[in-house]
């Protein structure tokens, strides 16, 4: 049999490292606690949620509460600047800085949601379930905690770099293991289940996600290493 330590080890020391990098206290503290909800948790989250965690950003309506409820994990953010809204893009959805600006403080970022058909064969947004839309949104928003922690020289070179498959795929899985420190790790989950498994998205767009991202299996080591819970017994599709 392979011997899987060697590996689970460097999982466990890269996220280390990632949480060292964005300053420790971006993330919440001691034991990380996944986070469920089932498909009609309460409208009234946003409404607890809304004044706490909805300084600065711009939301749909129709997707207020499971930005609200992602974002609520992500405290480094609770004052950035975030734009949601839709637009035509070539992916499911996309976070961004909006333009430069020379105080990193004062910067500006957009997270852009796809509202058209599948015309590239990707995945609508409307169609996820509860859980996937939260997964996604917080792993856009592991982006935005990675944007702010860089300055603009690196922003741009970011860019650069990301054109690269390999640091590419290292940008994603920053997002990837942001994610899941916040506890968003079963919803991250699903969200790529459905994607890989179940959506009716085109063959470049799955051999995309299979490239630049983590496989179902990594994502299952990394919720199990970090939450400390067997993936089988907590994780029902």
């Known amino acids: 049999m392979k011997n899987l330590f060697p590996h689970t080890v460097l999982k466990m020391l890269f996220i280390f490292l990632l949480m060292l990098f964005f300053k420790i206290d971006c993330f919440p503290q001691d034991v990380i606690s ?11 989250v946003k409404d607890s949620f809304k004044n706490e965690f909805g300084i600065n950003k711009t939301i749909p309506v129709d997707i207020e509460k499971f930005c609200l409820v992602a974002l609520s994990k992500y ?19 996309s976070a961004l800085p909006k333009g430069i600006r020379l105080n990193r403080d004062k910067r500006k970022y957009v997270i852009n949601i796809n509202k058209r058909p599948s015309k590239k064969g990707t995945a609508r947004f409307s169609l996820l379930s509860t859980n996937a839309k939260i997964g996604l949104i917080a792993h856009e928003l592991g982006h935005i905690l990675y944007y702010t922690n860089r300055s603009n020289i690196q922003l741009v070179w970011d860019g650069f770099r990301y054109m ?63 939450y400390e819970i067997s993936f089988q017994d907590f994780y029902t599709p």
């Open 34 to 44: 996944p986070c469920s909800f089932d498909q009609n948790f309460s409208l009234n």
């Open 164 to 226: 690269i498959p390999r640091h590419h795929r290292e940008i994603e899985y920053l997002a990837d293991e942001a994610a899941i420190a916040a506890g968003f790790g079963l919803q991250l989950y699903e969200f790529n289940n459905y994607l890989l498994n179940e959506a009716k998205i085109g063959k470049k767009y799955r051999r995309k996600k299979m490239e630049y991202y983590y496989s179902l299996q990594d994502l299952q080591d990394l919720i199990e290493d970090s």
């Open 75 to 93: 405290p480094a953010l609770k004052d950035v600047t975030i734009i949601f809204r839709y637009r035509n893009i070539s992916t499911t959805m």
